[in-house]
C-alpha cells in the first residue's frame, strides 16, 4: 500500500501559477505509475496529467508540467497560466497496474489516492 498527502493548492488569478506536491509513503513509490486528477463541483473527477509517458489531458497541454523526485517519493504538479475552468479539488493517485498511454488519464485505472487540495483561479 501507499500513503498520498497533497498540498500546495490556493486561490490564484487567472494567469496564475501553483505547484502542487504529492508525498507518498508506505510503499516503494518507484513500483507505482502516478497521476494528477482534479474534480470540480457537480462534475466526473478526470485525468489532469501522468508520469507515464508522461501524459496530459488537452485541456492542460502546454501550461502544466508533470514531475517527480523518486528520491523524496514526491510528484509534483506546475501548473502555469491557470484559467477560472482549472478550479477544482486537484488529487495525486497511485497505481501498479499494467496500462497504456491511453489509460493513464483513467481515475478507473488507480487504486490509491490522496486526500486532495483545492485550487481556486478567480477571473
Known amino acids: 500500500q501507499v500513503q498520498l498527502v497533497e498540498s500546495g493548492g490556493g486561490s490564484v488569478q487567472a494567469g496564475g501559477s501553483l505547484r502542487l506536491s504529492c508525498a507518498a509513503s508506505?510503499?516503494?513509490?518507484?513500483?507505482?505509475?502516478m497521476g494528477w486528477f482534479r474534480q470540480a463541483p457537480g462534475k466526473e473527477r478526470e485525468g489532469v496529467a501522468s508520469?507515464?509517458?508522461?501524459y496530459y489531458a488537452d485541456s492542460v497541454k502546454g501550461r502544466f508540467a508533470i514531475s517527480q523526485d523518486n528520491a523524496r517519493k514526491t510528484l509534483y504538479l506546475q501548473m502555469n497560466s491557470l484559467k477560472p475552468g482549472d478550479t477544482a479539488m486537484y488529487y495525486c493517485a497511485a497505481s501498479r497496474r499494467l496500462m497504456t498511454t491511453g489509460q493513464a488519464l483513467s481515475p478507473d485505472k488507480y487504486d490509491y489516492w490522496g486526500q486532495g487540495t483545492q485550487v481556486t483561479v478567480s477571473s
Open positions: 508520469i507515464y509517458s508522461p
Open positions: 508506505g510503499a516503494t513509490y518507484s513500483n507505482f505509475a
